[in-house]
């Protein structure tokens, strides 16, 4: 098992910003999260993370809980936050350079991230000269340079043209077939594309948690059926 959530709980002051969730991921499981905005999407994935601390339960990665053994779990984790923060002065390549020397990895892996990702046309161009396409690609690859076997995308697709969007879709369904991989969204029919899990939250709950070969209906419409 990669992923295991045990009753996690978050408050922000009065918020209940998550709610007693619990749900597990196995290698090779690319889940969906979905939920409207404010359902607590991004704050389980920064539990997980350890970006933020839960308030009650337990976040094993691994198998380790994530409070007992914080670096082990941290480098077995690679995250694309939603907004993507990148180092818009720096040079592609000289970017992922930094993002080894901060693994302590050799600079090879640069590389390898590069073909993946199909980064080598501008792995000298200045990052804020990137289209957005491009700049997605440079955060998914620093999720991924030192082999990560948990990714935690948050909305990676958001704000994308089409093309880039399928593109940017092959690359996450190439990297999932070995990987456990977390994938939050805003699109449902991406969903379906790529995952073969969906968690559905809303108002720090997980109202779904199920197989996509499970789901009778189409999960458009369970899903507004339950948030109505
Ligand atoms: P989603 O990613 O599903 O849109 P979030 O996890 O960002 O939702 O937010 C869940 C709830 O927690 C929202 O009500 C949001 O306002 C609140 N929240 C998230 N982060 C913080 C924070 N750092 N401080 C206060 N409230 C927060
Ligand atoms: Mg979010």
């Known amino acids: 098992m ?3 959530i045990n009753n996690i709980s978050k408050n922000f002051n009065e918020n209940k910003a998550l709610n007693k969730i619990s749900f597990k991921a196995f290698p090779g499981d690319i889940v969906g999260v979905l939920g409207p905005n404010g359902a607590g999407k991004s704050t389980m994935m920064k539990i997980i993370t350890g970006y933020y601390k839960q308030d009650e339960g337990d976040v094993f990665v691994c198998k380790k809980n994530t409070l007992e053994n914080e670096i082990y779990t941290k480098k077995k984790i690679g995250y694309l936050s939603e907004e993507n923060p990148l180092y818009l002065d720096m040079y592609v390549l000289e970017f992922l350079e930094f993002v080894c020397d901060i693994h302590k990895i050799e600079h090879i892996n640069c590389k390898k991230m590069m073909n993946l990702t199909e980064l080598n046309k501008v792995k000298n161009k200045k990052i804020k000269t990137l289209s957005k396409g491009f700049q997605q690609r440079v955060g998914i690859a620093q999720a991924l340079i030192h082999n990560p076997e948990v990714i935690i995308l948050d909305e990676p697709t958001s704000g994308l043209d089409p093309k880039q969007l399928i593109e940017i879709r092959e690359i996450i369904k190439n990297i999932g077939k070995e990987k456990t991989i977390l994938l939050s969204t805003h699109i449902i029919q991406e969903v379906e594309a790529m ?12 109202i779904i948690n199920k197989k996509i070969n499970d789901f009778d209906n189409k999960i458009e419409n369970v899903f507004l059926e339950l948030i109505k």
Do not use: F
Request: hydrophobic share 40%; charged share 25%.
């Open 2 to 4: 990669s992923i295991e």
């Open 195 to 206: 995952c073969n899990k969906v968690i559905m939250l809303n108002e720090g709950k997980i």
